[in-house]
């Protein structure tokens, strides 16, 4: 399997550049669809990019061995997950996620396997404008709590992740140079 991983803070820009290089290279991308027992965001019951599951159903998954080899976990009371049905194995899965996750798929990744990691940074007051346009429903407190979270880089450390290639995803930044440096990690030429 091949993975790409955005890695960064909300309102980087992870979700809107997998919709991009899956818009412009359908043959070679697909979103690694989540599962959670979170609540939805607005923006993920409109457009996807990630399942509800209940705790009993997520629990259950579990034991039927239906979640991905290489990740499940609990973080603030609530599961996350992959289905193993819904990776691709033909294509470049591309997974946004936090430091756990890419740790937890670090670490249960084969020989065969292969990881590019992207961590993805944007200034602050842009983030905020990206995370209220994104969710009309936003959740304030989660954002405060749980978003502006300074450790971010030092939870990258202590779970010794090292990503590939560092990005500055600002204001109408054009990623088309980004999006060549991913294609030829890949060996794909278009």
Partial sequence: MKYLFFLGE???GKNFLTSKLVELYPNFFEENIQVTTRPL???EI??????????EEFKTAIM????SNYEFFERTGNYYGNLRKLENKEKINIINGDPERCA?????LSSEDKLFIIFLTADDVLRVVRYLK????????????????EHYKIRCSNLKIKPDLFYDNGYKKDPSNFFNDILK???INV
């Fill in 104 to 108: 937890s798929l670090k670490e249960h």
């Fill in 41 to 43: 965001r607005s923006s």
């Fill in 10 to 12: 909300f309102g980087t």
């Fill in 64 to 67: 039927r061995k239906e979640l």
């Fill in 46 to 55: 409109e457009k996807g990019g990630c399942l509800h599951l209940s705790h």
């Fill in 134 to 149: 994104r969710d009309q429903n936003a959740d304030l407190d989660e954002m405060l709590n749980r978003h502006f979270d």
């Fill in 185 to 187: 990690n890949f060996d």
